[in-house]
């Protein structure tokens, strides 16, 4: 592969971690139309199984460890609360795979959005220290669950930020992205640069509330 060549992600089965809540189910929507085999994990394989069902296109329900077991590509999709415990207890089954963490590390109050603090200094670096032995990559913090999961929105139009320390991960991650319509996967950075890119998600947040938007955001010049 040229430096500049795109990988083929055709066929790559994707995972989803928490997969039964919008954002969730928002991906599994989008990457089993674009044609992927794709598995919602769960803490209940019968309620992954359910939610599978009403997705529809081939999606398939699984609780949240043969999810990460069968995926070749594992995206984390739960409240930043759960986080650390669940990735901490599918370290195994996680070992050698691309793990996608999606998590904005928010608490809301009467004032809106805010960034919570994390030790390790955003949600991908807590994963990264949590799977030494996964290939972490942080991107989709800033897609719209509700557009994701409303099929009259064929193009969403936005760049998604895809971070990460290994230059093939991000890479096969950018080209994930680019399988929603209208999505640029765009490289942003190494792991220690998410803290602010998942703390913008409260910039949108406030966005979305005072313009009655489902905001995102595009890089110009590349
Ligand atoms: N919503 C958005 O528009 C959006 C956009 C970008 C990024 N995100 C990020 O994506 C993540 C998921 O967002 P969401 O809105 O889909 O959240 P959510 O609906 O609150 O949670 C997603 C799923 O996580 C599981 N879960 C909840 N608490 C858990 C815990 N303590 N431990 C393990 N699993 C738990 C639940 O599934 P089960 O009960 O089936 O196990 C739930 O359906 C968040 O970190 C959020 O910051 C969201």
New binding site residues.
């Given amino acids: 592969m040229t430096e500049r060549e795109v990988p083929s992600v055709d066929g790559l089965v994707i995972g989803i971690l928490?997969g039964?809540?919008?954002?969730?189910r928002g991906l599994a929507f989008r990457f089993a139309r674009a044609g992927h085999p794709v598995i919602i994990g769960?803490?209940?394989a019968e309620?992954?199984q359910g939610i599978a069902e009403q997705v529809g296109h081939q999606v398939q329900g699984m609780a949240?460890r043969e999810t990460a077991a069968a995926a070749d590509v594992v995206i984390a999709?739960?409240?930043?609360?759960?986080?650390r415990?669940?990735l901490a207890s599918l370290a195994p089954e996680l070992a050698g795979k691309i793990v996608v963490d999606?998590?904005?590390p928010?608490g809301f109050d009467q004032r809106g959005a805010y960034q919570l603090p994390v030790p390790e200094g955003s949600a991908a670096e807590q994963a990264a220290a949590l799977l030494p032995e996964s290939r972490v990559v942080a991107a989709?913090?800033?897609?719209?669950?509700?557009l994701l999961l409303d099929p009259e929105v064929d193009s969403i139009d936005l760049d998604v930020m895809v971070l990460g320390d290994d230059r093939e991960a991000t890479d096969q991650v950018q080209a994930l992205a680019a399988r929603i319509p209208g999505v640029r996967g765009v490289y942003a950075g190494r792991l220690r640069n998410c803290g602010q890119v998942e703390a913008l998600?409260a910039n949108l947040v406030s966005i979305n509330r005072r313009y009655k938007a489902h905001a995102g955001i595009r890089i110009t010049d590349i």
């Fill in positions: 928490g039964t809540g919008d954002q969730g769960s803490r209940t309620r992954a949240n999709a739960v409240p930043f609360d759960g986080h415990d669940l999606c998590v904005n928010l989709f913090h800033h897609i719209s669950a509700v998600t």
